[in-house]
């Protein structure tokens, strides 16, 4: 039998996570992420699966965030099934994550059909509902952590912790192949942690792989390594900083893991008065649930909860209905809004800046990773103008970054990882990366001493034959579902955007009406050409 390794998401990219495991009849998906990014990227959400969902056997989960779990209510909907394999802190995210991305996807789909309408378009439907993801929780079933598991006829698995947010783990599979001595083994890595954050264990794994499965998200980047105290000081510098400003600060926030870190820091030090005491609002439906699991489990594999003081602090309000998010317009002085998406792409953050965006005296302060073409990445990159839900809005705010709160592993913290699994016979597969971090992290390892043809950088929509103790070789592939240049680069739609406010701030520069008829003439001739 031959069996074959399949990169359907992440690949190119750092969203969508999604391979596929083939071996006779058996065939198990690793992951099924949604895609998150520019238009084109996300459009791969709508479209068909490139497998028959069918004809699983079993899903296998390293972890709950959408870009892993999102399409799994769409899968169920295509006809999948089986179980879904998962550790009870993935589960227990999950049941809040997915029903809020069916919810996202209803109401957003529901506020972009009212503009088609009246441009005369045809009506979309959304991916899944909030119900079809309360379905799909119903296949979920739990494994402990180091135990294996039999997923499929001869396909095991063990999950091992990944350091990364509650429940997260890197998965250890065995094949067993009938043309093999030995059963193929494999590591998918998931998101690995960068250890030493104080709220989650370091991340482990097993060693003696044939094929290692390894994310990217930082693969080019060598970060300053700060301890608790060290991140704490970073904060506050930035929380003195927007107070003087004057203004409100708003932080959009991943809502697991990195807000209620957030939240722990922020009441630690206004409670000491090392930064200026204020009202912080967790103005997020999804983010308030999930701070609501961790309050409940912390973190179970430490046995410990440092979540637990955000239960009786005096200087933090929960929002939950839209109503009490609206009121939040009415706040003046000094306060701190932390809300969700935490690449500013989804929810009610985006309603927040709409509001303080165009204000001087408003800080935005960026936490996270921000994926090319999302809202968090062009205001990163120092956009002057941005579209929030089709309205072109004026950027004037402080828009700041600290890089202290990251649930990945930088490039150094990977290398160390991906050595700790050693030997490893076979192929060093790079995915869940942009492609300067994905070369980034290649030249390291092969600078560390594993051969060139040892470490591949995964391509979207193609397969690769696995053996034991062997290189992976690839097989002729479908054609892409998207080219690879659109993967981690901006779109057209974005480009449009940019065209836009440049015409306009040209426009408004202009000496007189006959410049700007000049103008508008030109490019009408250029239009006619094209």
Not at 110 to 129: K, M, V
Not at 156 to 164: P, S, T, V
Request: proline share 4%; aromatic share 6%; charged share 25%.
């Amino acid at each position: 039998m031959t069996t074959l390794l399949s990169f359907y998401g992440a690949a190119g990219c750092v969203t969508g996570a999604c391979m596929l495991i083939e071996c006779g009849e058996s065939r198990v998906l690793v992951e099924c992420g949604m895609f998150q990014g520019t238009k084109t990227l996300k459009q791969l959400n709508y479209g068909a699966f490139p497998f028959d969902a069918k004809s699983l056997n079993a899903v296998i989960l390293t972890h709950a965030h959408i870009d892993h779990s999102g399409l799994l209510p769409k899968l169920r909907l295509a006809g999948f099934d089986g179980p879904i394999y998962a550790t009870a802190g993935t589960r227990d995210l999950c049941e809040v994550l997915l029903p809020d991305a069916g919810n996202i996807q209803e109401v957003e789909v529901e506020q972009l059909n009212r503009r088609n309408r009246r441009r005369g378009e045809s009506d979309l439907q959304p991916i899944f509902t909030a119900v079809d993801a309360r379905d799909t929780l119903t296949q979920f079933q739990t494994v402990n952590l180091r135990e294996w598991v039999t997923v499929a006829n001869s396909v095991r698995a063990r999950w091992w912790n990944a350091g990364h947010i509650l429940g997260a783990a890197s998965i250890e599979v065995e094949v067993a192949n009938d043309k093999e001595a030995a059963p193929i083994r494999l590591c998918f890595s998931g998101d690995i942690g960068p250890g030493g954050r104080g709220i989650t264990d370091d991340p482990e794994g097993p060693v003696d792989i044939d094929h290692l499965i390894v994310e990217s998200t930082y693969g080019g980047v060598e970060r300053q390594q700060v301890d608790v105290t060290a991140r704490r000081t970073i904060l506050a510098n930035e929380l003195r900083a927007a107070h003087a400003a004057g203004g409100p600060l708003l932080i959009p926030a991943f809502a697991v893991e990195r807000t209620q870190e957030l939240l722990v820091d922020l009441l630690d030090l206004m409670e000491s008065t090392e930064a200026p005491p204020g009202q912080i609002f967790l103005d997020s439906p999804l983010a308030i649930k999930a701070t609501n699991v961790f309050l409940r489990s912390g973190h179970k594999e430490s046995g410990e909860n440092p979540f637990k003081g955000l239960r009786e602090s005096r200087l933090l309000r929960f929002t939950e209905s839209s109503s009490e998010s609206r009121d939040l317009e009415r706040q003046r002085g000094w306060h701190v809004i932390i809300a969700a998406s935490g690449m500013c792409d989804a929810g009610r953050v985006r309603n927040h800046l709409r509001r303080l965006l165009p204000r001087h005296d408003a800080t935005v302060l960026i936490v996270g990773y921000q994926a090319v073409g999302t809202l968090g990445r062009l205001l990163l990159e120092g956009r002057r103008d941005v579209r929030i839900q089709g309205d072109e809005i004026a950027v004037r705010s402080r828009i700041r970054e600290i890089d202290v709160y990251s649930g990945h592993a930088d490039a150094g913290g990977l290398v160390k990882w991906v050595a700790a699994r050693r030997p490893i016979a076979g192929t060093i597969f790079l995915n869940h990366g942009e492609v300067e971090n994905l070369v980034g992290l290649r030249s390291r390892l092969v600078a560390s001493g594993y051969a060139e043809d040892q470490v591949k950088i995964a391509e979207i929509d193609q397969s690769y034959r696995i053996g034991s103790k062997a290189r992976a070789e690839r097989t002729r592939g479908a054609q892409p579902r998207i080219m690879p240049d659109a993967l981690s680069h901006l779109d057209w739609h974005n480009a449009r955007v940019t065209f836009l406010s440049a015409l306009r701030a040209k426009l408004d520069n202009a000496p007189d009406d006959k410049s700007r008829d000049a103008i508008l003439a030109q490019l009408s001739e250029t239009l006619a050409r094209a």
